[in-house]
């Protein structure tokens, strides 16, 4: 209750910032896509003046209107008057989840499996084995699923599968010194590279070796907690957030280091958030020192490693070259600044040309669950993205983030597409294993 009245406090004095301008409009994948003033950020802080209200009066109507939101944060980076969209909508979203209750669905997922790592990983260990019975191959390049049978939940989704062996299975743990490089990293792996892009993870280890980076991962490490916050489900999220900081404070380590734009941008500045919410003064001390460590990979590669572009080290002008193109996750570019690191990652690889798409850092629409409840305008977005991406006339596309792979992939598989997705690290780990 504390906590509630400190967040509703925090929420009035940030809305007030709000010139009601209107620039947030020129930015805001989802009002480009539905018009409507209710779903761009000025909207939606003028729903929350006055909360305590509107929450009587139709709490499920406050609740809808929030939740239409992919939590982006296009506004909040555009906004001439610094106004923290993202942390009005996730504090609001948490005060009216404890006002309304979370939603028997939610309350299953979250609190019964995410909550739980050692039981929610098993969970998907069976699902992995079991998948094929509902699903089949939808494209062979992309390595998309589509369901056999009409489903309610994936409906014509092209989907990326589970892994049939996860990276925590290949690797349950790992604590090697600092090598050459005089570095030691811890490595967040993050459930979708866990689950579903193992690979991605494999590249990861593959450059640290390379560069003589030691490694710290710990056993059974847990979701960073972005679905259960996002939800408002501060419970869970409390929870995810203890049990990650336990697995990673004892350690020593100079720098956390995550190949997910999403685990990123939590750690560095949903847990500080969060944990500055709260009165556990000892978490918060080791909360922020975790953030303060955390980097992006690319960002880690390029700033603390030195990975930088030689002369004659940038990707070929030769007619065969592979074409590939860079989508800017929001969690990447818009969040944490970083948008030059991974292109300097994939110019190192001599067998691709690089080439720009128009609207790099426009939204893909995944958006976490915004994906899952309002899948029309998530596509309608997301096929903005795979337009520009062939307009760059690319073979291949990359992206920091693997929410954004899996929502581009689906994009590119539905159209049928003969265009390949990777994280910047596999086209990297690529060119250091050809020398
Ligand atoms: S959120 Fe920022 S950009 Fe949008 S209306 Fe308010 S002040 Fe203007
Ligand atoms: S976070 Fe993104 S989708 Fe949500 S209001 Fe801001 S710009 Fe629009």
Known sequence: MI???????????????????????????????????????????????????????????????LNKCLLCGSCATNCPSGVKALDIFIKAR???????????????????????????????????KFQGLLTK???????????????????????????PVPFHRIVSS???????????????????????????????????????????????????GIPAVSSGDAGSFERLLRYNIEKYSSAGFDYLVTACATCTSTIKKIWPLMADAGSDNALK????????????????????????????????????????TYHDPCHLKKSLGVSSEPRTLIKTNKDYSFKEMPEADWCCGMG???????????????????????????DVVATGCPACMIQISDMLSRANEKITV?????????SIKKG
């Not at 404890?98 to 739980?116: Q, T, V």
């Not at 191959?137 to 599968?161: K, Q, V």
Request: aromatic share 6%; with cysteine; proline share 4%.
């Open 174 to 224: 790992m604590d090697t010194p600092a090598g050459s490089s005089g570095i030691k990293v811890a490595f967040y792996t993050g459930c979708l590279i866990d689950k579903i892009y193992p690979n991605v993870a494999q590249a990861a280890l593959d450059v640290f070796s390379h560069h003589g980076i030691g490694v710290f991962i710990p056993e059974g490490q847990g979701c960073c």
């Open 285 to 324: 001390s080791k909360v922020e020192k975790i953030s303060g460590k955390t980097l992006d990979i690319n960002q880690f590669l390029v700033s603390k490693i030195g990975v930088k572009l030689q002369d004659g080290n940038k990707t070929s002008d030769k007619g065969d070259a592979v074409i590939i």
């Open 422 to 430: 990777k994280h910047p690290i596999e086209i990297y780990a690529e």
């Open 137 to 163: 191959p939808a494209s062979d390049i992309l390595g998309t699923s589509c369901s056999r049978i009409a489903s309610p939940i994936l409906n014509e989704r092209h989907f990326m599968p589970l892994a």
């Open 3 to 65: 906590k509630l009245a400190r967040l509703m406090g925090e929420l009035e004095e940030q809305i007030v910032v709000c010139m009601r301008c209107g620039m947030c409009q020129s930015v805001c994948p989802l009002f480009a896509a539905t018009g409507r003033e209710s779903d761009v950020a000025r909207g939606k802080i003028a729903l929350l003046d006055g909360l305590l209200n509107k929450m009587f009066e139709d709490p499920n109507g406050v609740y809808e209107r």
């Open 368 to 394: 976490g669950s915004f994906n899952l409840q309002y899948y029309e305008i998530s596509s309608g977005i997301g096929k903005r993205k795979s337009g520009n991406i062939k307009a760059a006339g690319a």
């Open 94 to 128: 948490i005060i009216l989840t404890e006002f309304m209750g979370l939603s028997p669905a939610k309350k299953l997922i979250l609190r019964g499996m995410l909550s739980h790592p050692g039981l929610f990983d098993r969970l998907l260990e069976w699902g992995a």
